[in-house]
Antibody, heavy 121, light 105 residues
Framework: QVQLVQSGAEVKKPGASVKVSCKAS????????LLWVRQAPGQGLEWMGI????????RYSQNFQGRVTMTRDTSTTTVFMEMARLTSDDTGVYYC??????????????WGQGTLVTVSS | IVLTQSPGTLSVFPGERVTLSCRAS??????LAWYQQKPGHVPRLLIY???NRASGIPARFSGSGLGTEFTLTISSLQPEDLALYFC?????????FGQGTKLEI
């Protein structure tokens, strides 16, 4: 049973950073890409970026380039998404997700429960 | 690749045949998926590779298309199908989503 368990809700002030974690079930951790998707309140889904847990390589959407960093900890089968210089536009639910098949980057069969990040002064 | 979904909102009756559209700004080949999201829930994969149903998805959901024009069809709408539907292309980086179509009564 594939599980993606995310960290809890966060409230941050503008200009601060946030770090969200996503713990993946240990089976096939190294073989499956993990992705982050954002959903602003009442809005659609926005693809943020992807990390290869095997070697830590990443690719980010240009919309987040320079502000987002994705990392992983293989000892705890956890991936992290850190976003800097937050503004109110960054308020939303952040999901981690991954495909079913190893070595592919989509589609997204499994999703974490989501982490609400609220940016407010 | 920009994905444009239409309509934005669709008012439907249970039992109806429903067709949702997803148009790509350039070629996405067959690398297109559809997701369903019910209020307060996580997105769920419905269709991948344009026309392949994901595990456990009822046969009333079907997908078609190629290149830049894609369609999700629900053959006979059930009350539990009222939700948001998103398409996603994974032909090119970044793997963009459409803005969604909302099905409502």
């Amino acid at each position: 049973q594939v599980q993606l368990v995310q960290s809890g809700a966060e409230v941050k002030k503008p200009g601060a950073s946030v770090k969200v974690s996503c713990k993946a079930s240990a089976d096939s951790f190294a073989g499956n890409f993990l992705l982050w998707v954002r959903q602003a309140p009442g809005q659609g889904l926005e693809w943020m970026g992807i990390i290869n847990p095997r070697d830590g390589t990443t690719r980010y959407s240009q919309n987040f380039q320079g502000r987002v960093t994705m990392t992983r900890d293989t000892s705890t089968t956890t991936v992290f998404m850190e976003m800097a210089r937050l503004t109110s536009d960054d308020t939303g639910v952040y999901y981690c997700a991954r495909p079913h098949r190893e070595g592919v980057t989509a589609p997204l069969d499994y999703w974490g429960q989501g982490t609400l990040v609220t940016v407010s002064s | 690749i920009v994905l444009t979904q239409s309509p934005g909102t669709l008012s439907v009756f249970p039992g109806e045949r429903v067709t949702l559209s997803c148009r790509a700004s350039r070629n996405a080949d067959v690398n297109l998926a559809w997701y369903q999201q019910k209020p307060g829930h996580v997105p769920r994969l419905l269709i991948y590779g344009v026309s392949n149903r994901a595990s456990g998805i009822p046969a009333r959901f079907s997908g078609s298309g190629l290149g830049t024009e894609f369609t999700l069809t629900i053959s006979s709408l059930q009350p539990e199908d009222l939700a948001l539907y998103f398409c996603q292309q994974y032909h090119d980086w970044p793997h963009t989503f459409g803005q969604g179509t909302k099905l409502e009564i």
